[in-house]
T-cell receptor, first 118, second 113 residues
Framework: AQTVTQSQPEMSVQEAETVTLSCTYD???????LFWYKQPPSRQMILVIR??????QNATENRFSVNFQKAAKSFSLKISDSQLGDTAMYFC???????????????FGKGTLLTVNP | DGGITQSPKYLFRKEGQNVTLSCEQN?????MYWYRQDPGQGLRLIYY???????QKGDIAEGYSVSREKKESFPLTVTSAQKNPTAFYLC????????????FGPGTRLTVT
């Protein structure tokens, strides 16, 4: 079974600064996907960024980027130029790569509450 | 607009009553999922369905039931057998086998007293 660990229950950052959220995972799979989801106070889950394990290049989406270290099973999220709207709970999630119909189950970490201070 | 709707946003029930949470999607997605979220916890999978008239138990299915009679709809019933039903419930859907992203609804907060 896969497990996802987020070791930072809470973090804070000043507006316009950079912050990095940590995530480690445990799996025996070689092909999989990793995700960061954001859950703001509205509680709507929003996909921030995804990474395919077979890709060596780290994914980036505007101010969001990841540091994917496959051997270390580490998948951290870097938020640059933090904005007040980035205040949210951030969840790291894992999904096995499947061929054909299968469940595409997401396994989530417990989340990191990020507060951006003005 | 395409998306996933869950209703109602807040739901209150008395202990011992069954309650059904609604989830509808117009994204033409094949797969649908129900997750439960508790304070300080990540999301945990309750049930999932890959096609109409088929569904499988997730990690915490005890005390819950589902049906998938239509592609667009995947209602979740929280039965009186569920020991701790008060939680935030999220529904998600996913497109075909070439897609691996799950899209989430706005959630339903269920409070049982």
């Amino acid at each position: 079974a896969q497990t996802v660990t987020q070791s930072q229950p809470e973090m804070s950052v000043q507006e316009a600064e950079t912050v990095t959220l940590s995530c480690t995972y445990d799996t025996s799979e070689n092909n999989y996907y990793l995700f960061w989801y954001k859950q703001p106070p509205s509680r709507q889950m929003i996909l921030v960024i995804r990474q395919e394990a077979y890709k060596q290049q780290n994914a980036t989406e505007n101010r969001f980027s990841v540091n994917f270290q496959k051997a270390a099973k580490s998948f951290s999220l870097k938020i640059s130029d933090s904005q007040l709207g980035d205040t949210a709970m951030y969840f790291c999630a894992f999904m096995k790569h499947h061929r054909g119909g299968s469940n595409y189950k997401l396994t989530f970490g417990k989340g990191t509450l990020l507060t951006v201070n003005p | 607009d395409g998306g996933i709707t869950q209703s109602p946003k807040y739901l209150f029930r008395k202990e011992g009553q069954n309650v059904t949470l609604s989830c509808e999607q117009n994204l033409n997605h094949d797969a649908m999922y129900w997750y439960r979220q508790d304070p300080g916890q990540g999301l945990r999978l309750i049930y999932y369905s890959q096609i109409v008239n088929d569904f499988q138990k997730g990690d915490i299915a005890e005390g819950y039931s589902v049906s998938r009679e239509k592609k667009e709809s995947f209602p979740l019933t929280v039965t009186s057998a569920q020991k701790n039903p008060t939680a935030f419930y999220l529904c998600a859907s996913k497109g075909g086998s070439s897609s691996y992203e799950q899209y989430f609804g706005p959630g339903t907060r269920l409070t049982v007293t």
